[in-house]
């Protein structure tokens, strides 16, 4: 079984270098790190960097995951290529690109993209917002799934998370305490649905969404409170219509009731997503009645 330590970055394909940039900077809030050939580097957290903005939406959307040493990468990749499912070794130029020490890259069944790494760069600084949006850490994201049970399976069976809930077939998993750190959304299509950064407090999500509608950034959902998470939420719409989410007070669920988890079962319905009556206008949610 596989152990993944943690979610550790999302490269983006973006048709517009600048523009993603100054999204990120001058509305989400985060720190640019650096800018190296056709990619941008930034940061919501104290790690070396969350998300990478590469030149050209060909580029697509690829999530890293972090593995606890090169043993265990060694390990996952004979265990992956027993169970049929191919893995392609990193080349030394696309470790440099993702700045990490080793990696895999695998794709789930509907084809996302998936970086398996070690030895990420580690920072020897502290996060410096480019504006005080309150946030703490590059929590999670979304995925489409075009086979969303078989896609539940592949990362259940094969990737070692668990299911926290459901929402209809759209599986919220964890692979640690925080309630999810994936959440697979039927799609027609694969690739990164949204983004995710928690922040400090309702107050930070209430201060962002005046910040927004005053820079006439796309809302889509919220404000708002998950009834499976219980975190409070706002969605809004960035550069190449990817979806950023900014949220606090996640449920977690500690070690000691993994045994007697038992998930729940949530109706593919708006209350769903929403306890307070936000309607999402998002096209993985919004098909619900």
Known sequence: MIDLHDIRYVRIGSQDLDESVAFATDILGLELVGREGHAAYMRGDDREHNVVYVKGAAAGHVAGFELASSADLSLVAVELEAGGIPVRPGTAEECERRHVRNMVTIQDPSGNVIDLVVG?????????????????????????????????AF????????VSDRIGDAALLRIDPVHHKIALFPSTFPGIQHVNFQVQSVDDIMRSYYHLKNHN???????????????????????????????CGVRLIPSEEEATYVPRQFPFAPSSFCMWGSRPDIPEFRSVT
Do not use: C, N
């Not at 929590?139 to 896609?151: E, F, N």
């Not at 990362?155 to 668990?162: E, K, V």
């Not at 919220?222 to 950023?244: N, V």
């Open 120 to 152: 990420p760069a580690a920072s020897d600084s502290r996060y410096a917002p480019s504006r005080d949006a309150g946030i703490t850490s590059f929590s999670h994201i979304g995925l489409r799934a075009t086979a969303p049970k078989v896609d539940e």
């Open 217 to 247: 950034v796309r809302i889509v959902f919220g404000p708002g409170r998950h009834p499976t998470s219980g975190a409070r939420f706002l969605y809004f719409q960035g550069p190449d219509g990817m979806i950023y989410e900014y949220s």
């Open 155 to 162: 990362w259940t069976a094969r990737m070692g998370a668990r």
